[in-house]
């Protein structure tokens, strides 16, 4: 067998692996690259591979990183399934169908800029293809792809519907257990179940986006989330958090909601500010089977866990702008979690430079985003061609991320027995690194290169 990689290779964007059998080829997501130019440039790029080559296609989970490319995939050939749990089918074509809102909206500023006109990676037919092309199926069930290779997918506890891939691969009269983590998540967490632990396999791809770095304890986090807040209404000021549309929205209300039921904090305005997310949250309503038994408790407790009294949901435009002219202590949430899209860079172009308001950020920045320059401690920022001073408060928290940290990685890789090669994707060098030294040094352990092949 062979594996090759387009993506999500020393970077935590794209993710994208082929896996080539003596009889079948297939694909673990197709997400879009973020952050630098220079990486956006490649979601423009043709596929290293022939699509029309590749039988069928397994989605962990719906971010765009890991499914973003994927009309794209069948604009150029690809005519086989994806499998999926039917929450990831459901989020992918709302955040597709945003993507395109996204590219059209920066490709008509570049014109603006520039001069000339370019169309976006797919248009809204291809993910009308791709919609009916998933076949979707539950937890624990173990499918038969062909006779050579069945799989079978179990909780990665990081969005609604994220998934752990078992595949057994029969190949030359051998069969291997071949593993795909996916993103793992941060246990534990509100509304969604904690990742399952795999017993048994031969060869896995594990994510590393927090390689070598631990987060602070979810107490701590759910300290310092109430003292912002509570500081914040004591200022009379502005808070914004820029939060990505599925699963960081949803906590986030939940969190809420439990401080302001239970008057921890006052009601203050809160203006959800994301047409995506608020979409993204009418899914994970219908998903209810899928929540953990503290969320299912509230719920059959007759509590609606996704709101509270003075929160707003802000579709249109106008309704957005309006939050500007609320006066007094509010809360701003707002897409996308690394501040490169959506409606959460007009917040900061607004409010960065006013010494007065508050910037949580609680998500992982990428190389090259907005958010990653915030945490970083720049001074000045550029957003929609102009310069903006950072006068504000920036804090950033890791107890909200949905992704595991170094050690829970370990704890994680260290259950599963007979393990004999181990490929690092989804992260930058030195998390890839950090990871690695502490992986058991009798497994054969690669951080592979964009566009490599590799046996296994």
């Known amino acids: 067998m062979k594996v090759s990689f387009y993506g ?12 080539e059998t003596s009889n079948s080829k297939f694909l673990v997501d197709c997400g879009m690259f973020q952050g630098p130019t220079d990486s956006k440039i490649k979601n423009t790029e043709k596929f290293s591979f022939d699509p029309k080559t590749v039988d069928f296609l397994l989605l962990t989970h ?23 749990t039917s929450a990831t089918k459901d989020l992918t074509e709302i955040i597709l169908l945003d993507s395109i809102k996204i590219q059209r909206k920066d490709l008509s500023s570049e014109a603006s800029a520039k001069g000339g006109e370019k169309k976006p990676i797919y248009e809204e037919k291809d993910i009308e ?64 179940k904690d990742p399952d632990f795999i017993k048994k ?10 390689g070598g770095r631990l987060h602070e304890p979810k107490k ?13 209404i004591k200022r009379k000021a502005t808070l914004i958090m820029p939060v990505f549309a599925m ?14 039921e239970n008057k921890i904090i006052p009601k203050i305005p809160v203006f959800f500010d994301s047409p995506l997310a608020i979409a993204a949250t009418h899914i994970y309503r219908k998903h209810s089977n899928l929540y953990d038994q503290a969320a299912e408790y509230l719920i059959n407790s007759g509590d609606d866990i996704f709101d509270f009294p003075n929160l707003r949901f802000t579709k249109s435009r106008d309704e957005s702008m309006e939050i500007n002219t ?42 090259g985003t907005l958010g990653r320059e915030l945490i970083e401690g720049a001074k000045n920022v550029i957003i929609h061609d102009k310069i903006i001073a950072v006068n504000c408060q ?22 599963i027995k007979g393990l004999k090669q181990v490929f690092i994707i989804h992260g930058e060098d030195l998390e890839n690194e950090k990871l690695a030294e502490a992986i058991n040094q009798d497994i054969k352990t690669i951080i592979p290169e964009y566009n490599e092949t590799y046996s296994i």
């Not at 900061?348 to 006013?354: A, G």
């Open 8 to 19: 999500a290779c020393r970077e935590v964007t794209g993710s994208c692996t082929l896996i």
């Open 62 to 84: 719906a971010h765009v990183d890991h499914c973003g490319r994927l009309p794209k995939l069948f604009k150029e050939g690809f005519k086989g399934k994806i499998y999926s």
């Open 129 to 192: 293809k791709i919609i009916k092309s998933f076949k979707s199926f539950s937890y624990y069930q173990k499918i038969e792809i062909n006779e050579n290779i069945s799989l079978r997918m179990q909780d990665a506890g990081h969005i609604l519907g994220s998934s752990i891939f078992e595949v057994w691969i029969q190949d030359e009269e051998k069969e291997k257990k071949v593993i795909f983590s996916g993103d793992l998540g941060n246990p534990p967490a509100p509304i969604i």
């Open 201 to 210: 396999g031969d060869i896995l791809f594990i994510e590393s986006t927090y």
């Open 220 to 232: 701590e986090g759910a300290q310092i989330f109430k003292d912002i807040i509570l500081d914040n």
């Open 247 to 260: 699963e960081r929205s949803q906590e986030v209300l939940y969190q809420l909601n439990h401080l302001v």
């Open 326 to 367: 609320t006066r007094g202590p509010k809360i701003i949430l707002a897409s996308s979690g690394m501040c490169t899209g959506g409606r959460i860079p007009h917040h900061l172009k607004r409010n960065l430079s006013n010494p007065n308001s508050h910037v949580l950020i609680m998500s992982y920045q990428a190389k």
């Open 394 to 415: 920036i804090t950033k928290t890791g107890s909200f991320s949905t992704h595991a940290d170094h050690q829970q990685l370990l704890n994680w890789l260290e259950k």
